[in-house]
């Protein structure tokens, strides 16, 4: 039960999608011109993500994994269709405020990524929290955010008016430009309090903080530091050796003047499996 808590309690804070994780930020800035849009939104999500999670969870053992991937989008796809069609029946006005955007719910980063990530590992308790966990983190977020554009942008919140008489509301807040300033400010509000409760702790830093430079055993290093320690990391995971047909990965990754470079036998021409992989992560490395 306490495992259940915990995974359901996480999506509130420590991993909250939008804020914390910075997943599913085009609905996030698209429908927040009012509270009304991104509870809406929020709601629709909860729906599609828990069920996701809950059938996923069910299933896993029985989903081949070559195709888990489709699978996945089929059964997030079915359930957008049963929104969108819920919405249309019961929730008009809502639906054709949300537009578009019901429907690429199918290609929200948060149903997939939590998907793949946690229900196909779990069991269906634990999927099933994650679920309603991140989705009413996502549900306040964009209520939040749309609150935040609504009061400033029209003076009303959920269409009441909350401001005073003689008010004159920003009408760059109900604009797209309005729905980047206030997510700047609160990613940075949030990093501020991250900050604050590390220091309460006698923290150096929480990890999830950005800006600054990253630290390496309690002391600030440089961006190149880090790309070399990450870079020598990933070939002490990988090593083993060179599989049969595969260029040897010293000769594959041999750095010169900081940038890597292929080497050896007609370079990635011969090469498949962990070689390829390992070119993958060389260039990625190189770009942090």
């Known amino acids: 039960m306490q495992q259940v808590v915990k995974e359901f309690t996480k999506g509130l804070w420590t991993e909250l999608p939008p804020f914390r994780l910075v997943l599913g930020l085009c609905p996030t800035l698209a429908v927040t011109k009012t509270a009304d849009n991104g509870l809406g939104m929020g709601l629709a999500v909860i729906f599609v993500l828990a069920l996701s999670n809950l059938i996923i969870s069910l299933v896993r053992d029985i989903i081949p994994k070559k195709v888990r991937i489709v699978c996945f989008i089929a059964i997030s796809a079915s359930l957008v269709v049963s929104v969108e069609l819920l ?24 149903i997939l990524g939590r998907a793949e990530a946690f229900a196909a590992k779990n069991t269906v308790p634990l999927a099933l929290a994650d679920g309603l ?15 935040l554009r609504e009061i400033f942008g029209s003076g009303t919140l959920f269409g009441m008016p909350v401001m005073w008489d003689g008010f004159k509301p920003f009408s760059i807040m109900v604009e797209a430009p309005g729905a980047f300033i206030c997510l700047g400010l609160i990613l940075a509000a949030m990093n501020v309090i991250n900050r604050w409760q590390a220091r309460r702790k006698g923290l150096e830093a929480p990890e999830n903080v950005s800006g600054g430079l990253p630290r390496l055993h309690g002391r600030e290093v440089s961006h190149g530091r880090v790309r070399a320690v990450r870079f020598g990391h990933f070939r002490q995971q990988h090593r083993a050796g060179p599989i049969s047909g595969q260029l040897p990965l010293s000769g594959l990754l041999a750095r010169q003047g900081g940038r890597p470079r292929h080497g050896g036998r007609g370079g990635l021409r011969h090469l498949h499996g962990y070689a390829v992989h390992v070119a993958h992560a060389a260039l990625c490395a190189d770009s942090l």
């Open 133 to 147: 966990g991140i989705g009413l983190g996502f549900t306040l977020s964009l209520t939040f955010l749309g609150s």
């Open 87 to 110: 919405m249309q029946a019961y929730a008009y006005p809502l639906y054709q405020q949300l537009g578009i955007f019901v429907p690429l719910i199918v290609g929200n980063c948060i």
